[in-house]
């Protein structure tokens, strides 16, 4: 029997996301961590060092779309066309109908950067994020402090959940058995790391006061995948490290109306601390 309980963390049933989900049609996501793995291992032996790799990514706007972009996008095409294409073939099952949720955005929406991600921002995304973790491993881990951010649409939706904040954001209290908060926090702990449900604390506020203060603390994020690349960009302005894993779908309200059960690849969690 291939069904798998709704209740099991270290190996949930797969879900759809509005724009993509690390199942593609597996019953794990541990494929979309070893596919993502090995694009980056071809890319870098073929090519420029992480740094350059990175920063290349980043420089891009909105790849096809924007006229502000464009010119940086064509140079990156024609220097990568190969990768580029190994990454659209392996990676696009990944994402789920991007063309007709852009389609479908209100004209406020439009202005909403996560909403408006592109097809091809999403694939540079998920590379994006395996650099930045490769490129901050070591530097996470020596760091001081370290504090997570995990997002409450990972809490379990059956229970009232009975998180409560203390002086920078909200903590788990460990009120379900089944919930994904909890045991990220668990884990997270074991590797003094100081896990807060993210709903109240200015990131950049925080990250700033880190900065001038010239704290030793970096940051692990868990999110969807373009608000996980954001949180990382804005790490980087304040030269915070940081690390980070993406939610297996985007589910929450922002996405779909209302929220719905999500999960996250709890073994990648693990091999991303040690
Ligand atoms: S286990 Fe923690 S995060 Fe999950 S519902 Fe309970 S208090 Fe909230």
Redesign the pocket.
């Known amino acids: 029997m291939n069904q798998k309980h709704k209740d099991n963390v270290s190996d949930p049933e797969p879900v759809q996301g509005k724009t993509f989900s690390l199942f593609a049609g597996h019953q794990t996501t541990d494929i979309y961590y070893q596919e993502v793995k090995f694009i980056v291992d071809q890319w870098l032996q073929d090519n420029s060092p992480p740094e350059e790799l990175l920063r290349s990514i980043r420089q891009i706007k909105n790849p096809g779309k924007s006229a502000f972009g464009f010119r940086r996008w064509k140079q990156f095409r024609e220097k990568h066309k190969s990768h580029l294409q190994k990454l659209e073939k392996i990676l696009s099952p990944y994402l789920t109908d991007v063309e007709s949720h852009l389609k479908s955005l209100s004209l406020t929406q439009r202005f909403d950067r996560t909403l408006r991600t592109s097809r091809q921002q999403y694939l540079l995304y998920m590379i994006e994020i395996e650099l930045v973790n490769r490129l901050n491993a070591a530097e996470f881990k020596s760091a001081k402090s370290k504090l997570a951010f995990l997002p409450h649409c990972l809490?379990?939706l059956r229970?009232a959940?009975?998180?409560q904040p203390d002086d920078l954001d909200y903590q788990?209290?460990?009120?379900?058995k089944s919930?994904f908060?909890?045991h990220c926090?668990e884990m997270l702990e074991k590797f003094n790391i100081r896990p807060y449900?993210w709903m109240q604390v200015d990131l950049r506020r925080l990250l700033r006061h880190l900065n001038h203060e010239q704290q030793s603390t970096a940051v692990l994020g868990i999110a969807c995948i373009p608000e996980l690349v954001n949180g990382m960009r804005l790490c980087a302005r304040y030269q915070t490290p940081v690390i980070g894993i993406p939610l297996n779908a985007n589910r929450c309200g922002r996405w779909m109306g209302k929220f719905f059960d999500n999960s996250i690849n709890m073994k990648a969690l693990q091999t991303l601390l040690e």
């Open positions: 809490r379990d229970k959940c009975k998180a788990c209290r460990r009120c379900s919930c908060i909890r926090s449900i």
